[in-house]
């Protein structure tokens, strides 16, 4: 390929870059990574369900333990006036030690992120967790 093709394939893929940051489980408590994802094609909504799914899809690093257990899904995530609900699978609360951790890491992730929120709601099969 010619350099001018190279260019223009590489401009045409320009949507913004930010970086999200994500919480997992470790052997001795919490730790952090960070991942370089792209957007701006897509309605905050789906930038929020984007980030859910790639946070349900668990950590990059060996040494880290996801925060639902591997088959949770993301099955509606709705964004009104600076406020999200979301709905998760009931697979998120199978083999959990403490579903109000997790479910409280995840808040706390999604507003680090997406500060713009005001209220973040999470139910499971349609339950809202409460008391996190």
């Known amino acids: 390929m010619s350099l001018a093709l ?9 949507r913004a870059q930010v970086r999200w940051t994500f919480e997992f489980y470790a052997v001795d408590g ?8 792209r957007t701006g094609d897509e309605s905050k909504e789906r930038e929020i369900q984007s980030y859910i799914e790639e946070m349900l899809y668990g950590p990059m690093s060996p040494d880290l333990m ?6 949770t899904r993301v099955l509606s995530v709705l964004y ?3 406020d999200v609900y979301i709905n998760m699978s009931e697979d998120a609360v199978l083999l959990q030690p403490d579903i ?3 479910v409280q890491l ?5 507003r680090r992120n ?3 929120l005001k209220q973040i709601k999470i139910f499971i099969a349609g339950h809202e967790i409460q008391n996190f």
């Open 6 to 14: 190279i260019g223009v394939v590489a401009i045409s893929d320009c």
């Open 30 to 37: 919490i730790r952090v990574e960070e991942r370089l994802m």
């Open 66 to 71: 996801p925060l639902f257990p591997v088959g």
């Open 80 to 82: 009104r006036n600076e």
């Open 100 to 102: 109000f951790q997790s």
């Open 106 to 110: 995840l808040d706390s992730g999604i």
């Open 114 to 116: 997406f500060p713009v």
